[in-house]
């Protein structure tokens, strides 16, 4: 069942698969295209499926084989299904049919996915393969102990939709069928997809199962229920070998795909990325890190060129400028990925205005690019300088990445904006950045619904300055000795650390306000909310604060916020906290930042522990604990992952996206602090 790279076995014999239906399992192939599931391979949400293609890479993703009906018709005559939907039956209880997953006896996810199913003596092997940098995916039969002729049907279940919408038969144009060289082709609207089986012969047998329940979209307030087409089926005649083996594949477009049956090309260039390692543990999570480290490095066209980009997470988010900027030095430096990451800065650096960077580009139309963020240019300067330091690559510094990262500087001092002549960004008279109103969610807490923004924090943020701070102090330091425009840095960065201590230090308190908010009589009222935001400004190599002030932002983090899994956005103490997030999209946005845990945070965390205590073994020690349950979760219930987010309240159950950009690259870059004692 095995192949060279399985990170994760799960063994089912004597269990209850359906106790594993909360694990998901995710494939990617580097053009955001995606494969996601449960361990017993039923699908629970609608970005579920086989074969999510990316038709406008990495975008305009689509849902091409959710399922595949399988079944198996032995010698004797005994037909055994393997397959299994979700359904609700009379009086809320859940009906699976069929019932396939009950002769499940191991799931494994490495580079692939596969399952293994018990029929008596027979065993049937799964596995499913995406194609690198292809829209197109191979499932794999493999039978042993086939003592007779068998007969192995094939119904592949196709929506052939977006993936955020869901099918109803009612609504859309009929698809159309083709049948050409034992290949099915189905036509939807724009979408073509073509599903082939060369050892099979294929009927044309149209049916749709209505229903199908999606249990994750019910908790989500989302509607949970679709009706899939089953086109026909493969009928594929099995001999009375001791193996045998099918290959069936699914492809967008209007061409078979050439079954894939190893990933040994991702598997080699996997193998040259370094990953840090915490301590001697030969059991450590290396080879999953690799693999989800590599799942969100993405390409994309825009405007006629060819980018490297990084997606936030799996299943729903494209690629952030914020999200992808901060996760950039732990994906692409500490993994050695040099060249990719002077390709996102270039991509991103294409795209700026007025010293602005995206914060996302657009899902339909890829010629358009958001600008609502304050943060993520700063975040472009902080990535571009952990660049030149670990790469030393000179050239791009000398040539582009230091104009770009100075146009930054010069657009925040003359004002920028979401609008062209819009200021809602700039600095102000202390030299401290302000930014946004009560309208607008400009930083990372950037939740609303229903034109109710729940964390505003409009005005002066504490992580932005820091952020602000640390892009004057440590541009200062990459540019010649003795020029103008060193010295000016220099001098605008002294300001700032002066304004941002005076006006962010909590001295009777210990730590440091969240953000400084117009009062409405032309000053401002310090927030004195404890949050997280006041780590990132306590991590950063130049960030504005003593080594004092450094562990006392510590030291009220981790007493209120810090959990196994992350940092939590307020304490459990504070009277708007929300322990839950969970219910309908209004319900949980305004959880998102009032309670609930991520685990990016940690590293700057981290971070900030380590330069407190002047990276001391003993600070060092407990660093490498408080980041062990993340990396538990990799190695076991995470499948390879790590989630977006955490409920705030214990056990902290892991919610949101299954796969996260920054969750990933933040571990992976403390842990590189930790064993390394550098700064990326």
């Known amino acids: 069942m095995s192949d060279a790279w399985v990170t994760h076995r799960i063994d089912l014999a004597g269990t209850d698969a359906l106790d594993r239906l909360e694990q998901e399992w995710l494939l990617t192939n580097g053009t955001g295209a995606y494969a996601m599931g449960t361990v017993p391979a039923i699908n629970t949400r609608r970005y579920h499926g086989l074969l999510v293609a990316a038709t406008r890479p990495p975008v305009g993703r689509v849902v091409v084989l959710n399922q595949m009906l399988e079944q198996l018709v032995l010698s004797d005559g ?87 919408g869901l099918r109803r038969h009612a609504e859309g144009a009929a698809p159309r069928f083709e049948i050409r060289d034992r290949a099915l082709i189905v036509r939807e609207d724009q979408i073509t997809a073509t599903f082939a089986c060369p050892d099979g012969g294929w009927s044309l047998e149209p049916d749709w199962w209505y229903d199908i329940h999606y249990p994750a979209e019910t908790r989500r307030g989302q509607d949970d229920r679709e009706d899939v087409l089953v086109p026909g089926r493969f009928d594929i ?92 030095p732990g994906l692409l430096l500490t993994t050695g990925r040099f060249d990719d990451a002077r390709a996102v800065l270039a991509s991103f650096a294409s795209a700026m205005r007025g010293g602005l960077v995206p914060n996302r580009f657009d899902d339909y139309d890829a010629s358009r690019a958001h600008y609502n963020t304050v943060d993520a240019s700063l975040w472009f300067v902080h990535a571009s300088m952990s660049y030149t330091r670990a790469s030393g690559d000179a050239e791009s510094w000398d040539k582009w990445l230091s104009a770009a990262c100075i146009e930054v500087i010069e657009g925040y001092r003359r004002g920028a904006g979401m609008d062209e ?99 409405g009589h032309g000053g401002w009222r310090a927030d004195v909310t404890v949050r997280p935001n006041q780590i990132l400004a306590a991590g950063l190599a130049h960030g504005p604060l003593s080594q004092t002030m450094r562990r006392g932002v510590v030291d009220v983090v981790k007493r209120k916020l810090l959990t196994p899994c992350g940092l939590r956005t307020l304490p459990s103490d504070d009277p708007a906290y929300r322990g839950r997030y969970e219910g309908p999209a209004f319900a949980r946005d305004g959880a998102y930042h009032q309670g609930t845990v991520w685990p990016w945070l940690m590293g700057s965390y981290v971070e900030a522990l380590l330069r407190a205590e002047d990276f001391s073994d003993a600070a060092k020690r407990e660093a490498a604990a408080a980041l062990q349950p993340l990396l538990d979760h990799v190695k076991g219930d995470g499948l390879g992952q790590l989630h977006e987010i955490h409920q705030g309240d214990p056990p902290h159950e892991p919610d949101g996206c299954i796969a996260q950009a920054w969750s990933v690259a933040e571990l992976l870059r403390a842990m590189e602090l930790i064993s390394g004692g550098g700064s990326l």
Not at 249 to 271: C, D, H, I, N, Y
Request: glycine fraction near 10%; charge should be positive.
């Open 78 to 164: 005994v037909a055994v299904s393997l397959s299994a939907c979700r359904f609700c039956g009379q009086a809320g209880s859940t009906v699976y049919s069929p019932d396939g997953f009950r002769r499940l006896r191991a799931f494994e996810k490495g580079t692939s996915v596969a399952w293994r199913y018990q029929i008596g003596d027979v065993r049937m092997t799964r596995r499913l393969l995406l194609h690198e940098r292809q829209q197109a995916a191979t499932l794999v039969y493999r039978f042993e102990g086939l003592e007779g002729p068998a007969v192995l049907t094939l119904r592949p279940m196709v929506t052939l939709r977006d993936f955020h």
């Open 237 to 328: 005649d099995l001999g009375p070998a001791d193996r045998s083996e099918v290959a069936f594949t699914v492809a967008l477009g209007g061409e078979a795909a050439a079954p894939a049956r190893s990933a040994q090309g991702r598997e080699r260039a996997l193998k040259r990325l370094s990953i840090p390692r915490l301590g001697p543990d030969p059991n450590g999570p290396s080879a999953a890190l690799r693999i989800a480290a590599d799942d969100f490095v993405v390409r994309r066209e825009a405007a006629g060129r060819s980018l490297t980009t990084i997606l936030a997470g799996y299943p729903w988010f494209a690629d952030w400028g914020r999200d992808a900027l901060i996760a950039l």
């Open 421 to 519: 002549g819009d200021r809602i960004i700039r600095v102000d008279d202390d030299g401290l950045v302000t930014a946004g109103s009560a309208q607008t969610q400009l930083t990372w807490m950037d939740a609303a619904t229903g034109g109710v923004v729940f964390t505003p924090r409009h005005g002066k943020a504490v992580e932005i300055n820091g952020l602000w701070h640390h892009a004057l102090s440590g541009l200062a330091d990459l540019l010649d000795e003795g020029t103008a425009a060193r010295l000016r840095l220099r001098e605008q960065a002294n300001r700032v650390r002066a304004s941002f201590v005076d006006r962010f230090w909590l001295e009777d308190r210990g730590y440091l306000a969240d953000h400084l908010a117009p009062d």
